[in-house]
């Protein structure tokens, strides 16, 4: 390493408002929460499917299956 002294200074924000659709770097004219991708919303299963599914399993066997896991 050098005797050197490492000289850093901070820049100024290149933004001149404080509103970020103002930005055209960011979206410019994009509406608030636009960007945010939403899922499927609650999914409700029908009756049949809702049928067949499998029960959980009780706290027993998720320790047996832990301990097995775990070896």
Not at 31 to 58: F, M
Request: glycine share 8%; hydrophobic share 25%.
């Amino acid at each position: 390493m050098s005797d050197a002294t490492e000289q850093f200074s901070i820049q100024p924000h290149p933004a001149k408002s404080n509103n970020p659709n103002a930005d055209p770097n960011v979206g410019g004219d994009r509406q608030l929460g636009s960007g945010v991708p939403s899922g499927p919303g609650i999914q409700i299963p029908d009756k049949d499917t809702a049928q067949n599914l499998e029960q959980p399993r009780s706290k027993e066997e998720l320790e047996k299956r832990t301990a097995e896991l775990n070896k």
